[in-house]
């Protein structure tokens, strides 16, 4: 969408410099200076377009960012709803029973997985966001409370992001 604009932007001068040059020597020196100004005020007007266009892009993507930060957050609320005994694994510091079932086990897993996912997505997102160090520490809280989310991170780490081993190191660091 920007290269688009600023192709326009350089088309436009460039069209308005070749109209000058040819309009001033068709006609008389004080034409060509009124069509030169005109073409200047052309250009400034073209470019404080770009800037409002570049400027309102921006901010409709803060939006989108953050309605997706909080729509993936709903999506792992709603999985802990959905297995509601499984929230002190992750939250509350419960450590996964030896004698665990099977059954029970897998959906541990799958819920660690997700929020894992979740966890990588929102990083992938937040690289470049303002909110960084608020998620940093909503990450390192959850594993720090959550023994099911280390007993995952642990055994799928060489998959993981390096950015979130480094998040997961600092929780162990300060547990």
């Known amino acids: 969408m920007r290269t688009r604009g ?47 266009q570049n400027k309102r892009l921006s901010s409709q993507m803060k ?6 930060f909080y729509k993936l957050a709903l999506e792992v609320d709603k999985a802990f709803l959905e297995n509601y005994d499984l929230w002190p694994y ?46 940093d520490i909503y990450f390192i809280e959850g594993f720090r409370s959550g023994p099911a989310l280390r007993m995952a991170y642990k055994k799928n780490e060489k998959w993981l992001r390096n950015s979130l081993k480094h998040i997961f190191n600092k929780a162990e660091q300060t547990r």
């Open 6 to 52: 600023y192709l326009f932007t350089l088309s436009t001068l460039f069209v308005t410099v070749i109209l000058a040059i040819y309009v001033g020597h068709s006609l008389n020196y004080n034409y060509s200076v009124i069509i030169a100004v005109l073409n200047i005020l052309l250009l400034v007007s073209t470019v404080c377009a770009l800037y409002y």
């Open 63 to 68: 939006i989108a960012e953050n309605d997706t």
């Open 90 to 135: 992750f939250n509350d510091g419960k450590e996964i029973e030896i004698d665990c079932n099977q059954e029970k086990l897998s959906r541990i897993e799958a819920l660690a997985i997700l929020k894992l996912d979740y966890y990588e997505h929102v990083i992938g997102l937040y690289e470049e966001n303002s909110l960084k160090k608020d998620w």
